[in-house]
Structure formats: C-alpha cells, structure tokens
C-alpha cells in the first residue's frame, strides 16, 4: 500500500514539473512576439498626471490670488468706515466745544452762533474729507499696482508651465512636420525663445528647407549672439549647400561658445561633403 502511494506522489510531481516547463516555454515565446516597447502607456500617463497637476496648480493659484485681493478689498472698507465713524465722533465733539465755548464767551445771538459753527464744521469737514480722499486715492492705487503685479506673475507661471508641456511633447514626437508644429506654438507663446528657433531650423533641415533654417537661424542668432547651437545649424545649411567656407567659420564659432559640439563633427550627416576638407579635418583633430 505504501508503495502504491510513494508511486502516486511520484507521478503527480512529475506531471506537475512538465506543467511548470511547458508554462516557462509559453511565457518564453510570448516575450519573443513582443514588438512595441510596453512602456509607452507609462510615459503617456506621467504626461497625462503631469498636465492635470500642472492645471490643479493654476486653479489653486488663481484662488489664492482671488482671496488675497479680497481680504486686501475688506480691509480697506473697514479702515475706510472706521475712519468715518472717527470722523464723525470728533465733527461732534468740536460741535459741542464751540457752542460751550461761544456761549461762555458772550455771543449776541444764537444765529451768529449757527453761522460760526457751520463755517467752523464745513472748513473741518472738508479739509479732512480731502485728506480722506488723497489716502484713499493712494492705497486704491497701490492696490491696483499689487493686482496687476500678481496677474502679471500668474501669466507668467501660466506660460512657462505651457511652454514646459510643449518641449516634453516635442521630445517625445518623432515626426518632423509636428515637432514644427509644437515649436511653432512655444515660439506664439514666447516670440524669444532662442532654443525654439534653433531647433525648429534643425528640423527644417532634416525636411531639406536649408533657405528656412539660414533665416531661423540668423533670428536666433540676432536674439543671442553667442548661442553655439544656432551657429551649427546655421554651418549644417552651409554645408548642405556645399558653401563650404561659411560652413567652416560657423563651425568654429560654434565650437568656440559651444565646445561639446566637437564630439559631433565626425557625426553630423551634413557635413558630409567637408570630410575630405583639411580645414575640417584639422577642426576634428
């Protein structure tokens, strides 16, 4: 009977141990069909979390910015009724102390006495409703300059938070026509971009418009006048061209704010036609 068990348990880990390989040779080969990268859906969905953060951040701001102006608004109403009810306590008292002190004094009539203290409130009144007025004229002012200042900051954060969801979109697109597309929409956002301007001409020159990508880079170059990158494009277009000596002096410009940029020569498929030019040569060296 014993035997017959162990023989049993025997059978069954075998069988159990085939099911294990054949499951291994299953996983095995399903790996191998695998042809598209599984991350992908990752690096949409960190682009996805990102802009709804980004969003949730504006709308939390534009609170913020909402409440401060108007407990700024509240607490100039309050300075403003308190100043009045002030105003007022003292027009009273100085009422009460001139007919005490016109009536100890003697006056003729009560009529003389009504004019001198309409004179005396009215001069009063006026003299500190100006300085009311030229007070509350200046903190309506600073108010309204603290207003546009935080509006002004909150455009900015606005736009540079765009501008950084275009450049993780143009890094992740591949096709050239949209890349433009998106540099395109950084440049309506800010017109100075020098970065964008140098790498939209990159992109015109991998479609084969070198006139385009010159002008872009001349632009760029108007904006910074030491931006190494915008001098490389600018000698890719050149050499492409086969304008081979402007090609060489913008190389070495580039090279001269740019230094890094020598690791690409040997690289760059536009300078193709400048390999057998000992100028170039001497620049890889």
Same mark, same amino acid.
């Given at each position: 009977?014993?035997?017959?068990?162990?023989?049993?348990?025997?059978?069954?880990?075998?069988?159990?141990?085939?099911?294990?390989?054949?499951?291994?040779?299953?996983? &095995?080969?399903?790996?191998?069909?695998?042809?598209?990268?599984?991350?992908?859906?990752?690096?949409?969905?960190?682009?996805?979390?990102?802009?709804?953060?980004?969003?949730?951040?504006?709308?939390?701001?534009?609170?913020? !910015?909402?409440?401060?102006?108007?407990?700024?608004?509240?607490?100039?109403?309050?300075?403003?009724?308190?100043?009045?009810?002030?105003?007022?306590?003292?027009?009273?008292?100085?009422?009460?102390?001139?007919?005490?002190? /016109?009536?100890?004094?003697?006056?003729?009539? /009560?009529?003389?006495?009504?004019?001198?203290?309409?004179?005396?409130?009215?001069?009063? !009144?006026?003299?500190?409703?100006?300085?009311?007025?030229?007070?509350?004229? !200046?903190? @309506?002012?600073?108010?309204?300059?603290?207003? @546009? @200042?935080?509006?002004?900051?909150?455009?900015?954060?606005?736009?540079?938070?765009?501008?950084?969801?275009?450049?993780?979109?143009?890094?992740?697109?591949?096709?050239?026509?949209?890349?433009?597309?998106?540099?395109?929409?950084?440049?309506?956002?800010?017109? &100075?971009?020098?970065?964008?301007?140098?790498?939209?001409?990159?992109?015109?020159?991998?479609?084969?418009?070198?006139?385009?990508?010159?002008?872009?880079?001349?632009?760029?170059?108007?904006?910074?006048?030491?931006?190494?990158?915008?001098?490389?494009?600018?000698?890719?277009?050149?050499?492409?061209?086969?304008?081979?000596?402007?090609?060489?002096? &913008?190389?070495?410009?580039?090279?001269?704010?740019?230094?890094?940029?020598?690791?690409?020569?040997?690289?760059?498929?536009?300078?193709?036609?400048?390999?057998?030019?000992?100028?170039?040569?001497?620049?890889?060296?």
């Amino acid at each position: 009977m014993m035997k017959y068990i162990f023989a049993t348990l025997l059978l069954f880990c075998n069988l159990c141990l085939a099911q294990q390989d054949t499951n291994r040779a299953s996983h &095995d080969n399903n790996l191998k069909q695998v042809q598209q990268p599984m991350y992908q859906p990752l690096i949409e969905r960190y682009i996805l979390d990102e802009l709804k953060s980004v969003r949730q951040d504006q709308q939390q701001l534009r609170e913020d !910015v909402t409440k401060q102006v108007t407990h700024s608004q509240l607490d100039a109403a309050d300075r403003a009724l308190t100043y009045t009810t002030d105003t007022v306590n003292n027009i009273l008292f100085i009422i009460t102390a001139t007919a005490s002190i /016109l009536m100890l004094v003697g006056w003729n009539s /009560l009529r003389d006495i009504k004019s001198k203290v309409e004179d005396i409130v009215n001069r009063r !009144v006026g003299d500190i409703t100006d300085e009311y007025e030229q007070r509350l004229q !200046v903190l @309506e002012d600073k108010l309204k300059a603290r207003s @546009e @200042e935080i509006l002004s900051n909150h455009k900015k954060i606005t736009i540079t938070n765009e501008v950084h969801s275009l450049w993780m979109r143009a890094n992740l697109e591949s096709d050239m026509s949209s890349k433009i597309e998106i540099y395109d929409e950084i440049l309506k956002r800010k017109p &100075d971009e020098v970065e964008a301007i140098a790498y939209k001409a990159d992109a015109l020159l991998e479609l084969g418009q070198t006139g385009v990508a010159i002008q872009l880079c001349n632009q760029a170059l108007e904006l910074d006048n030491d931006y190494g990158y915008a001098f490389w494009q600018r000698a890719c277009a050149y050499a492409m061209l086969h304008q081979h000596s402007d090609a060489l002096a &913008d190389i070495r410009m580039a090279l001269e704010y740019a230094p890094n940029l020598k690791n690409e020569l040997s690289n760059e498929a536009a300078f193709t036609s400048l390999h057998d030019n000992d100028d170039f040569k001497n620049l890889s060296i």
